[in-house]
């Protein structure tokens, strides 16, 4: 499974980003999906998790501001990240996985497919 992703970019604080990343290869393998993000310096950090029946759980500080969907016929996850703030400035990256069930979702650990990852930059 290769994964890409994309909708990065600059924005002022307050403003909004939608970030997109496509699923290709064995696609019917995938089960849960998420969202990571990693600051200069900073180890990697979880921020969305969808699973295959679209439950869904966020990272404290962005719930309420983002929301992870996904599209299975589009194999797409998609994460819409509203009130932006300079604290979430980072390369975020989409990650996917066959297991279903939601054990260990936080954990980088537990995803087998990782994305190339695009860079938002929030701007106070």
């Known amino acids: 499974v290769q994964l890409q992703a994309s909708g990065g970019g600059s924005v002022q604080a307050g403003g909004s980003l939608s970030l997109s990343c496509a699923a290709s290869?064995?696609?019917?393998?995938?089960?849960?999906m998420a969202w990571f993000r990693q600051a200069p310096g900073k180890e990697r950090e979880f921020v969305a998790f969808i699973g295959s029946e679209s439950t869904t759980y966020y990272e404290d500080s962005v719930e309420g501001r983002f929301t992870i969907s996904r599209n299975n016929a589009k194999n797409t996850v998609y994460l819409q990240m509203n009130s932006l703030k300079p604290e979430d400035t980072a390369v975020y990256l989409c990650?996917?996985?066959?297991?279903?069930?939601?054990?260990?979702?936080?954990?980088?650990?537990?995803?087998?497919?990782w994305g190339q990852g695009t860079l938002v930059t929030v701007s106070s």
């Open positions: 990650a996917a996985d066959r297991r279903s069930g939601v054990y260990g979702f936080t954990r980088p650990n537990f995803y087998e497919y």
């Open positions: 290869g064995r696609t019917f393998s995938v089960n849960r």
